[in-house]
């Protein structure tokens, strides 16, 4: 689903709130969507997560809820919300909820 036709840039609102956990589920919301980059919004179900990928940009991931294992080339880390992790471009990266946790993903395609 994305908010660029709806009233969001109108008011304000809390990013957590625009996405809702399901059980046994990963959820995810476009909120922007351009050619230069977007911003998603996830929210991951207890032991849910996503396998080892790479991606050609920078990822930009900041947790809204919860925590979550975060694994960048091998090298574990425990993220916790209020905390930010940049997954570098083309290095393997994989997420794991350890309890129910909520993300925005921020992806740079392009810079000047």
Wanted: net charge neutral; proline share 4%; aromatic share 6%.
């Amino acid at each position: 689903m994305n908010l660029k036709n709806d009233s969001a840039g109108e008011e304000a609102r809390k990013l957590a709130d625009l996405v809702d956990y399901q059980e046994g589920s990963i959820v995810s919301r476009t909120v922007i969507d351009k050619p230069m980059g977007t911003i998603t919004l996830f929210a991951f179900d207890k032991d849910q997560g996503l396998s080892e990928h790479k991606a050609p940009f920078d990822a930009f991931v900041y947790l809204l809820d919860g925590e979550a294992v975060v694994t960048i080339s091998g090298k574990p880390r425990i993220i916790k919300q209020g905390e930010m992790v940049i997954m570098p471009a083309n290095q393997p990266h994989a997420l794991r909820a350890t309890q129910r946790f909520k993300m925005m993903l921020v992806m740079i395609k392009s810079g000047g």
